[in-house]
Nanobody
Framework: QVQLVESGGGLVQPGGSLRLSCVAS????????MGWYRQAPGKQREMVAT??????INYADAAKDRFTISRNARNTLYLQMNRLTPEDTAVYYC????????WGQGTQVTVSS
């Protein structure tokens, strides 16, 4: 059984930065997809950035040139977010496909002055 735990969210001023982490427990031997998603109040969940085990990366238009997805050699997925705006306010979720789909519980990011 795999569990995903996100951290790193919080309150930040416009123009600031945050780094989100997603730690996966359990075996990752069947890992074939990793990604970050977000859901703002009243909106549908949307893709932010994805990464294949081979390193292919895809960003949503809103994330290009500001956000960076990466992973370490073990079990942690990251999302570095720079130049944050109030429109980035949302709950951010980590998703991995390891045989089946797994989601973390989410971490709140609030961008406000």
């Amino acid at each position: 059984q795999v569990q995903l735990v996100e951290s790193g969210g919080g309150l930040v001023q416009p123009g600031g930065s945050l780094r989100l982490s997603c730690v996966a427990s359990g075996s990752l031997s069947m890992l074939n997809y990793m990604g970050w998603y977000r859901q703002a109040p009243g909106k549908q969940r949307e893709m932010v950035a994805t990464m294949s085990p081979g390193g292919h990366i895809n960003y949503a238009d809103a994330a290009k040139d500001r956000f960076t997805i990466s992973r370490n050699a073990r079990n942690t997925l990251y999302l570095q977010m720079n130049r944050l705006t109030p429109e980035d306010t949302a709950v951010y979720y980590c998703k991995m496909i390891i045989g089946r789909e797994y989601w973390g519980q989410g971490t709140q990011v609030t961008v406000s002055s």
